[in-house]
């Protein structure tokens, strides 16, 4: 199975920070690497897909890099909006697996 | 606009069975790979099962087979997850979600989520 850890697993930061979170994944995942936001309470939410490539609607602030093992996932400005629990998660093969989870708050 | 509406899920008793559906709609349901994802109380997303679109191949996590069964009807844009020898730690919020292919790729979309509660 593909392990993927993320780092860090919290992060509180202050409005119009830049914030990153990064994944790596235990053996290589080419660019099948997914990104998503839950906010508490809600369903979680598709940003990135394909390692960087923007999910329809999502603000631009948001923005994901990376190939093979170790990808990114940044937030170039940080909004009151985007405190919540952000996963990566890798398509590459079954079984899927997602990332432990970053909690980002503001500061 | 793409919805899917999970019912099924309720309190049950350790060793019992539940059966999950998700009724979806504004998407062609018979292209699409579909999935289902929990998440335990506080805790994170965990992979639970996956259907493929076009023929139906079926993939599930070490901890849920030979228990969970994922199932489809395209006819009635259905997806179904019969949940048997229910355990304490399969207790969780179920989503159903909708993968971006017919054999894979990210979720898309995700339902609201049914809960699952298993105790005595």
């Known amino acids: 199975d593909i392990q993927m850890t993320q780092s860090p697993s919290s992060v509180s930061a202050s409005v119009g920070d830049r914030v990153t979170i990064t994944c790596r994944a235990s053996?290589?995942?080419?660019?099948?690497l997914a990104w998503y936001q839950q906010k508490p309470g809600k369903t979680p939410k598709l940003l990135i897909y394909a390692a960087s490539s923007l999910q329809s609607g999502v603000p631009s602030r948001f923005s994901g890099s990376g190939s093979g093992t170790d990808f990114t996932l940044t937030i170039s400005s940080l909004q009151p909006e985007d405190v919540a629990t952000y996963y990566c998660q890798q398509a590459n093969s079954f079984p899927l697996t997602f990332g432990g989870g970053t909690k980002v708050e503001i500061k | 606009e793409v919805q899917l509406l999970e019912s099924g899920g309720g309190l049950v008793q350790p060793g019992g069975s539940l059966r999950l559906s998700c009724a979806v709609s504004?998407?062609?349901?018979?292209?699409?790979?579909m999935t289902w994802v929990r998440q335990a109380p506080g805790k994170g997303l965990e992979w639970v099962s996956a259907i493929s679109g076009a023929g139906g191949s079926t993939y599930y996590a070490d901890s849920v087979k030979g228990r969970l069964t994922i199932s489809r009807d395209d006819s009635k844009n259905t997806l179904f997850l019969q949940m048997n020898s229910l355990r304490v730690e399969d207790t969780a919020v179920y989503y159903c979600?909708?993968?971006?292919?017919?054999?894979?790729?990210?979720?898309?979309?995700w339902g609201q989520g049914t809960p699952v509660t298993v105790s005595s």
């Open positions: 053996q290589g995942i080419s660019s099948w």
């Open positions: 504004g998407f062609t349901f018979s292209t699409y790979a």
């Open positions: 979600a909708k993968r971006a292919g017919t054999y894979g790729g990210q979720i898309d979309y």
